[in-house]
């Protein structure tokens, strides 16, 4: 199950939730397919003012950080790096979609790889 968590100024996200969720979600699928749709989670994470901050000092602007959690098997995959390059493109494309082009260089998307068998579902350990 891929997991994005975006994190981002709620000032800069305030009503602007479900665009972002379209987007996001349709970026995941152009690169899985139209199965993974159901099980794409995604997580916005509004910022209070004052609570992000670069070099010590707190952000007055700032472009959206996302968090992808992906099976680490993805990365061993000898189409890895494209599937990896096509979601960075996909995801800061539907970021861009939203809080416009002046984000785009900004746009941080960190992959986070869970090895199999290190995940739960219902209190259960799954198998892959």
């Given at each position: 199950?891929?997991?994005?968590?975006?994190?981002?100024?709620?000032?800069?996200?305030?009503?602007?939730?479900?665009?972002?969720?379209?987007?996001?979600?349709?970026?995941?699928?152009?690169?899985?397919?139209?199965?993974?749709?159901?099980?794409v989670?995604?997580?916005?994470?509004g910022?209070?003012?004052?609570?992000?901050?670069?070099?010590?000092?707190?952000?007055?602007?700032?472009a959206?950080?996302?968090?992808?959690?992906?099976?680490?098997?993805?990365?061993?995959?000898a189409?890895?790096?494209?599937?990896?390059?096509r979601?960075?493109?996909?995801?800061?494309?539907?970021?861009v979609?939203?809080?416009?082009?002046?984000?785009?260089?900004?746009v941080?998307v960190?992959?986070?790889?869970t090895?199999?068998?290190?995940?739960g579902?219902?209190?259960?350990?799954?198998?892959?």
């Amino acid at each position: 199950m891929p997991h994005l968590t975006v994190h981002v100024l709620e000032r800069d996200l305030a009503g602007r939730e479900a665009g972002l969720i379209d987007g996001l979600t349709d970026a995941v699928v152009a690169v899985y397919g139209e199965w993974a749709r159901e099980i794409v989670d995604i997580r916005l994470i509004g910022i209070p003012a004052g609570r992000w901050a670069v070099g010590g000092v707190p952000v007055a602007k700032s472009a959206p950080s996302v968090t992808f959690g992906i099976k680490e098997a993805a990365f061993e995959r000898a189409d890895g790096s494209e599937i990896l390059s096509r979601l960075i493109s996909g995801v800061t494309d539907a970021i861009v979609s939203v809080f416009g082009e002046g984000v785009r260089s900004g746009v941080t998307v960190e992959f986070v790889g869970t090895p199999a068998g290190r995940t739960g579902i219902g209190g259960v350990l799954t198998a892959h």
